[in-house]
C-alpha cells in the first residue's frame, strides 16, 4: 500500500507520452552499479496489522493515564481541551503548507495573526513570532539575535544557573562556532540578583528563566534590578517563561525584559515523549528586524479587503540565505495553532483559573510533604507549580519504591544536574493532580509505608545475602 | 469573505471551557508578584469553534486538491499515521519517565533509526533535529567537529551550489563558516572546474542536494565526492529530494558523509501550515560519533531460562550520549509524535513499497515534464527526477511573470508551484507532483497550464488580476512589510 493511483495502464500511457520504454530509464543518470541497492525493511503490513503493532508497541509503556505523575522539569502534564484536537485535526490545517500563497491560505495566516497577538498579550512585549521548534532552541536564537543587536561587537552572554540545564545545553551547542564566553552557570541557581556583578560592556545579554527550574518565582523587584544592571550596560535582558504561570503572574514587560521566550508546550499540546513541542518568542518593536522566525503581518487586498500574509521575509533564509537571521523554515505551527485554540478557549479567566489550581494543589502537597520525618524545602521563595524537597533517601531510590509499590511517577531527581543538591526532589504539581493522587503520595512516602514495604520485602542487602 | 479576528467576537465573560474547582485547601498567592490585567479572548465553545472552522474553510490543503510545490513532496498524508500518533499510550509518555517506563517509545524510535539508515546507507542516526534545517545545522555542526577533533582548524569555508536552498547557506552561516558559491553548469550539474579550483585546505566541504532543486541527478556525483574528499573535505547531503531515489541508490554509497531527512516531506508526515515536521540526520563511521544527541541504542539482557522464550531475543532500550557529540541540538529527544508517522508509514509501504513511491515520483513528473516542455520555456531539457522547473518567461508574453501564472492558476483550483525558486532560473516554476497524485490530476494541471500560456498572450489583464476566486483577491505585500500590523492588541 504506497497511496500511488497510478495502474499499469496509467504507467504505459505515461511512459509513452514521455517517449520511454520502462521506468528504468529514467534512472540513468545514478551509477549502473549503484542501482536498485536491497533494502532490507521488514514485511509490509496492513493498515490493521500496522495497527495492531503500535498499540501493542504502546502498551509497553507506562503511561499517564494509569499512573499519577508529579514529573515536570520542562514538560508538564496540563489539561488539554477536547475543542484543541478537534481543530488541528480538521485537515485543512494540517494538511496545508507554509502559507507562501497567502490568499488561499488565510485560514493559517489568520490564526497565526491571533497566536501571535495572544503571545504578546501573555508576555507583554510588541511583537511575537510564528514559532521555534522548543523552548530550548528559542533561547539559544534569543542569545544569537542579541549578539546580532550589537552588530556582533558583544561575545559575551551571562546564563544564570536557573534556566533548564538542557536549555543551556542547546545554548552552548548552536553558539560553538561562535567564540562566545557564557558565563553565570556555575552560581547558585537561587541567586539571581548577584548576577548583575557580572554583567559588563562585552555582555549581549542578560538570562533568566522565571518560574527558575527548580519552580521558584522570581521577586519581580530583583529582577527589574536585574534588567537595569542588563540595561545599563547596553546588554539586552532576555526571561525564558512558563506560559500558564503567565495566566497569573507579572508579564516579563513589566519588569524590563527585551525578549521574552519558553515552552509553550504546557498551552494545549500533549506531553508526546517529548516533542513535538513549541517555542514561543517574542520581543520589543525596536527589535523586530533582528527577531528570527516566520512573522504574520496585516495587509489589504487589491479591492481594499483586509488580509493577512507573511511579512518582514528579508530577514529569512529564503531571501537573505547566508545573511539570514536564522536557518528557520519550517517550524511548530500546528503546534501554535493548538496554542491559539487553548488561549482563545481559556481566555482571561480560564488561564487564571488554570494557574491557581497549579498554584494552591502545589503549594498543600508541599505542606502536606513536609509534614512528614525528614522533608524540607529547599527554600522559603515563592514557588508556583514545582517545588525543589529535599528528601532523606536518594530520589531514584524514592522513585523506584513509588513506582514500583504504588504506581505513582515521581519527580525529577535535581543531583543529576546539580551536584550540590543531593537527595533533592523537583515535585511538579498542576491542576491534573486530584486531592487524591496528592495525598496517596503523602501516604506512600509517610514513614509507616515504607517500613511497611521493607519489613515485607526485605531491603536489598538482606535479599542479596 | 472576511473572517472577523478571535479578539473581536470575544465578550466579557465568556469562556470556552470548564474547569473543576479547587479540591484543595487554599494558600495565599505572594503580593507584588501578580499581573493586573490579561488581555486574551473571551468567547463561547461555541463561538470559538465556528471561529476555527471557518477559517480551515479559507484554506487550501493538499487534502483538497494538487499542491505541486517542488522540493516540499507535498504527497498525501495517510490517516492511519494519524491514528498511530493519537494512540494513548505514546501520547501520555512523559520524556523524563524511566527508561524501563517507556520501551515501546525508545523501541519505535531504535526502529526508525535503523529504517533510515537502511535506506540511507548510512552507519548512524540521529531523531533529534525538528526540521530539515535543524538537520542541515546539525550536519555542518558535526564537520566542523571533526575538522576541529584533528587540530584541523585552517577549513573556514563551506561550499555551496548557487541552486541551494536558502536553508544551506543559512545554516552555514550559524555554524561560524563562510559561505563559498559554486556555479552550476548548462546541464544543470555543479560545475566542476569551478569545484576543482576551490578545493583546497581551507574547504570543510561541500553541501549537495541530489538530485538538485532543478530535479536534476548530477551527472557526476561520485567525481564531486571524490574532489571534496581529496582536498581533505567532508560531503553534507541535503535529503530534501530523497522522494526521487528510495530503492533506486543509497546516497552513502554515493560518497556523502552526512545528511539530513524530511519526514514532513518524504516520509508522509503532514505539514502542519509550516510544522512540525523533523529533520532527522545519518552520518557514516566517521562523522557518527559527532551526532547530536541523545540516540537511541539497544543492548541485550541477560534472559532467563525458559523454555517459550527461547527464540525471542530481549533487548533493552536507553538513550546514549554519542562519544563525541556536537551536544544536544534542543530539548527532549526529538518530534517523538512526528517520527510514529514515519516508523508507521515505512512499516505500511515496506522495501517494494518505497522504490514505488521513487519510481512513480519520477515518472509523474517527467510524464508532467512532457506535456508541458513545449509551451513554457525549459531551462534544462534532461531526462527528470521527482521535480522539474520551467520558467514562467513565456516569449509572446513579455509583461506577465510568474507571479500572475502561479496566482492564476489558483482560479482553476490549484496551489502554485514553487516561484522565484531555485535563484538560478530566472521566472522560475518548480514543480513537483508527488507519486500520490493520479494522471488525470496530472493532465488537468497540465491543461490548467497550457491555457494560461494562451490566456498570457491573448488576455494577460486576466493573469495580472488573478486570483479572481479565491477567499481574498490578491494581497498587498509591500504595504505589510513597510507598515507592520503584527498583532491586534490595542
Known amino acids: 500500500m504506497s497511496y500511488i493511483p497510478n495502474t499499469d495502464a496509467d504507467r504505459a500511457a505515461m511512459l509513452k507520452a514521455i517517449g520511454v520504454n520502462n521506468i528504468d ?18 514485511a509490509p503490513l496492513s493498515e490493521m496489522e500496522i495497527l495492531r503493532e503500535l498499540r501493542e508497541i504502546s502498551e509497553y509503556n507506562v503511561d499517564l493515564e494509569h499512573a499519577p505523575c508529579f514529573l515536570g522539569a520542562g514538560a508538564y502534564r496540563h489539561f488539554v481541551p477536547s475543542v484543541v484536537g478537534h481543530v488541528i485535526g480538521r485537515s485543512e490545517f494540517y494538511t496545508a503548507y507554509t502559507p507562501y500563497q497567502p490568499e488561499i491560505s488565510q485560514g493559517t495566516l489568520q490564526s497565526i495573526f491571533e497566536y501571535q497577538s495572544m503571545i504578546c498579550a501573555l508576555t507583554g512585549m510588541d511583537v511575537a513570532n510564528a514559532s521555534h521548534y522548543d523552548g530550548a532552541t528559542a533561547l539559544a536564537e534569543a542569545v544569537l539575535m542579541s549578539v546580532s543587536v550589537s552588530r556582533g561587537k558583544r ?41 548583575a556583578n557580572i554583567v559588563d560592556t562585552d555582555t549581549a545579554c542578560v538570562i533568566v528563566q522565571n518560574p527558575n527550574f527548580l519552580g521558584y518565582l522570581e521577586d519581580p523587584a530583583v529582577l527589574r534590578a536585574l534588567a537595569e544592571a542588563a540595561h545599563s550596560k547596553g546588554a539586552l535582558f532576555v526571561v525564558s517563561a512558563d506560559p500558564v504561570s503567565l495566566g497569573l503572574f507579572a508579564p516579563p514587560a513589566d519588569y524590563g525584559a527585551d525578549i521574552v521566550c519558553g515552552e509553550g508546550q504546557a498551552l494545549g499540546g500533549g506531553l508526546n515523549f517529548g516533542g513535538p513541542y513549541l517555542g514561543f518568542f517574542a520581543c520589543k518593536q525596536q527589535y523586530v528586524h533582528k527577531m528570527a522566525g516566520r512573522i504574520v503581518g496585516q495587509t489589504v487586498d487589491r479591492n481594499g479587503q483586509r488580509g493577512f500574509v507573511l511579512t518582514l521575509s528579508a530577514r529569512e533564509q529564503h531571501i537573505r540565505r547566508e545573511k539570514a537571521t536564522s536557518n528557520i523554515c519550517s517550524n511548530e505551527a500546528l503546534m501554535a495553532l493548538a496554542a491559539a485554540v487553548y488561549l482563545a ?24 510533604l513536609l509534614a512528614l520525618p525528614g522533608y524540607h524545602l529547599l527554600s522559603q521563595k515563592p514557588f508556583f507549580k514545582e517545588f525543589a524537597l529535599r528528601c532523606p533517601r ?6 523506584e519504591y513509588l513506582l514500583d509499590e504504588w504506581g505513582i511517577i515521581g519527580g525529577y531527581n535535581l543531583e543529576k544536574d546539580y551536584p550540590q543538591l543531593t537527595n533533592t526532589m523537583l515535585v511538579c504539581v498542576t491542576e491534573m493532580n486530584t486531592r487524591e493522587e496528592i495525598d496517596l503520595l503523602v501516604e506512600a512516602l509517610s514513614p509507616d509505608s515504607f517500613v511497611r514495604e521493607n519489613e515485607r520485602w526485605g531491603s536489598d542487602e538482606e535479599v542479596a545475602a | 469573505m472576511k473572517e472577523a479576528l478571535i479578539y473581536e467576537i470575544s465578550s466579557p465573560g465568556r469562556i470556552a471551557v470548564n474547569l ?9 498567592l505572594p503580593e507584588g508578584y501578580l499581573r493586573e490585567d490579561l488581555p486574551l479572548p473571551e468567547v463561547s465553545e461555541v463561538d470559538l469553534v465556528r471561529h476555527y472552522v471557518r477559517l480551515s474553510q479559507l484554506n487550501y490543503a493538499v487534502d483538497k486538491g494538487f499542491y505541486p510545490l517542488g522540493s516540499c513532496t507535498m504527497k498525501y498524508n495517510p490517516k492511519v499515521n494519524e491514528e498511530a500518533a493519537k494512540l494513548p499510550g505514546f501520547v501520555h509518555t512523559h520524556p523524563y519517565q524511566a527508561p524501563d517506563t517507556v520501551q515501546g517509545n525508545l523501541f519505535l524510535m531504535y526502529q526508525l533509526q535503523e529504517f533510515l539508515k537502511e535506506i540511507s546507507g548510512f552507519a548512524s542516526v540521529s531523531l533529534q533535529p525538528a526540521a530539515g534545517a535543524h538537520g542541515e545545522l546539525a550536519g555542518v555542526l558535526m564537520i566542523r567537529a571533526y575538522h576541529e577533533s584533528r587540530g584541523d582548524h585552517k577549513r573556514t569555508r563551506m561550499l555551496i551550489p548557487d541552486s541551494a536552498h536558502g536553508t544551506n547557506p543559512a545554516s552555514t552561516t550559524m555554524a561560524g563558516y563562510e559561505t563559498v558559491k559554486i556555479s552550476s553548469d548548462a546541464r544543470g550539474n555543479v560545475d566542476l572546474e569551478e569545484l576543482r579550483a576551490h578545493c583546497d585546505d581551507t574547504v570543510a566541504g561541500l553541501m549537495l542536494t541530489n538530485p538538485n532543486t532543478l530535479g536534476l541527478f548530477d551527472e557526476h556525483v561520485q567525481e564531486i565526492a571524490r574532489l571534496i574528499h581529496e582536498c581533505g573535505g567532508l560531503l553534507y547531503g541535503d535529503g530534501a529530494n530523497l522522494n526521487a531515489i528510495m530503492g533506486i541508490v543509497k546516497p552513502a554509497e554515493l560518497g556523502f558523509d552526512v545528511m539530513h531527512f524530511n519526514l514532513h516531506k518524504t516520509f508522509s508526515t503532514p505539514h502542519g501550515g509550516g510544522g512540525p515536521g523533523a529533520g532527522p540526520v545519518g552520518a557514516n563511521e566517521v562523522l557518527s560519533p559527532f551526532l547530536p544527541g541523545p540516540i537511541v541504542v539497544k543492548e541485550r539482557v541477560e534472559e532467563e531460562s525458559d523454555e517459550w522464550s527461547d527464540e525471542e531475543e ?32 515505512i512499516r505500511m509501504l515496506g522495501a517494494e513499497g518505497l522504490r514505488q513511491v521513487s519510481e512513480n515520483a519520477v515518472l509523474n513528473a517527467n510524464y508532467l515534464l512532457s506535456r508541458l516542455k513545449g509551451v513554457y520555456p525549459l531551462p534544462y531539457d534532461r531526462t527528470c527526477m521527482h521535480e522539474f522547473v520551467l520558467s514562467g518567461r513565456l516569449p509572446d508574453a513579455p509583461d506577465v511573470h510568474t507571479i500572475d501564472i502561479a496566482k492564476r492558476l489558483m482560479d482553476f483550483g490549484f496551489h502554485p508551484p514553487t516561484i522565484y525558486f531555485p535563484l538560478i532560473v530566472p521566472e522560475a516554476l518548480m514543480i513537483e507532483p508527488t507519486e500520490t497524485e493520479s494522471k488525470e490530476t496530472l493532465d488537468a494541471f497540465a491543461d490548467a497550464l497550457i491555457q494560461i500560456a494562451q490566456e498570457a498572450k491573448t488576455n ?24 507592520p500590523v503584527l498583532q491586534c492588541l490595542k
Open chain 1, 25 to 42: 530509464e529514467l534512472f540513468r543518470d545514478v551509477p549502473e552499479v549503484l542501482r536498485y541497492p536491497e533494502l532490507k525493511l521488514p
Open chain 1, 394 to 399: 536518594p530520589v531514584d531510590e524514592i522513585n
Open chain 2, 460 to 483: 494577460p489583464e486576466l493573469l495580472h488580476n488573478a486570483p479572481h476566486v479565491a477567499p481574498v483577491a490578491r494581497l498587498d505585500e509591500v504595504l505589510a512589510a513597510r507598515q
Open chain 1, 345 to 368: 478557549a481559556m481566555g482571561k479567566t480560564g488561564l487564571r483559573k488554570v494557574a491557581e489550581l497549579c498554584y494552591h494543589k502545589a503549594h498543600y502537597a508541599a505542606r502536606r
Open chain 1, 155 to 195: 561575545r559575551k552572554v551571562v546564563l544564570s544557573a536557573g534556566v533548564h540545564p538542557e536549555y543551556r545545553t542547546v545554548v552552548h551547542t548552536y553558539t560553538q562556532g561562535m567564540g562566545l564566553t557564557i558565563v553565570g552557570e556555575e552560581a547558585d541557581p537561587l541567586a539571581t540578583n548577584e548576577l
Open chain 2, 314 to 345: 530481549l533487548y533493552y532500550y536507553h538513550w546514549q550520549m554519542p562519544p563525541s557529540s556536537i551536544g544536544r541540538l534542543k530539548a527532549f529527544y526529538g518530534n517523538f509524535g512526528v517520527c510514529i508517522k514515519a516508523y508507521t508509514y
Open chain 2, 20 to 28: 473543576p474547582d479547587c479540591d484543595v485547601p487554599t494558600t495565599s
